[in-house]
């Protein structure tokens, strides 16, 4: 049974400072997604990747993928407040019957403080 | 707004009532998926469709949860006999192929 590990699950930081999120799964898959999530909210899609050394960037957020260490990692440049949020990982997981569903980290809280 | 809409958006109802949520997909999107997702917690799959075709449960999908998509467009999700355990966000996603998934703004449930 695939299983997805992120740390560390509660995170505050300075503003301006840098600091990396660790997603860990453990059975092969090449689709990884990154969300977040306010709080009442529902999930926002920040990055795809679909393949081994994929690397994707969004303002301060950059996002890798080592298919083979099944390592994902979510990258905070120099933080703002806004980015202040919970963010999962999920790992896309084929099932027996040929259906697609996504496994889901128990998310990182990420507290941005002035 | 063409995205992933779901109704109502909260529900509170006394334990033993039955419920019934609805999750309208982006129009163009064939799979439909449910998710529920407690406190502090990652969502977690409860089942999958493809078109009109439910393809997975999950086995936290207990026998008191029936969910339909007829015709391949609009489903529901209904509880019946609702228990305490059954308060949590229930998420809704549609995608098109393996795009990824978007998700609906979720309806909260509180079972009293």
């Known amino acids: 049974e695939l299983k997805v590990e992120q740390n560390p699950l509660f995170l505050s930081m300075q503003e301006g400072k840098n600091y990396t999120i660790y997603c860990n799964y453990s059975?092969?898959?090449?689709?990884l997604y990154w969300y977040r999530q306010d709080p009442g909210k529902s999930l926002e899609s920040l990055f795809v990747l679909l393949s081994n050394g994929a690397v994707k960037q969004e303002g301060r957020l950059m996002a890798s993928l080592d298919t083979k260490a099944r390592l994902s990692t979510l990258h905070i440049t120099a933080a703002v407040h806004d980015l202040s949020a919970t963010y999962f990982c999920a790992v896309d997981s084929l099932t027996q019957g040929g259906s697609e569903k996504l496994v889901f980290g128990k998310g990182t809280k990420l507290t941005v403080n002035p | 707004d063409t995205g992933v809409s779901q109704d109502p958006r909260h529900k509170i109802t006394k334990r033993g009532q039955n419920v019934t949520f609805r999750c309208d997909p982006i129009s163009e999107h064939n799979r439909l998926y449910w998710y529920r997702q407690t406190l502090g917690q990652g969502p977690e799959f409860l089942t999958y469709f493809q078109n009109e075709a439910q393809l997975e449960k999950s086995r936290l999908l207990s026998d008191r949860f029936s969910a339909e998509r007829p015709k391949g467009s609009f489903s529901t999700l209904e509880i019946q006999r609702t228990e305490q355990g059954d308060s949590a966000m229930y998420l809704c996603?549609?995608?098109?192929?393996?795009?990824?998934?978007?998700f609906g703004p979720g309806t909260r449930l509180l079972v009293l």
């Open positions: 059975t092969t898959s090449d689709r």
């Open positions: 996603a549609s995608s098109f192929v393996r795009v990824p998934q978007y």
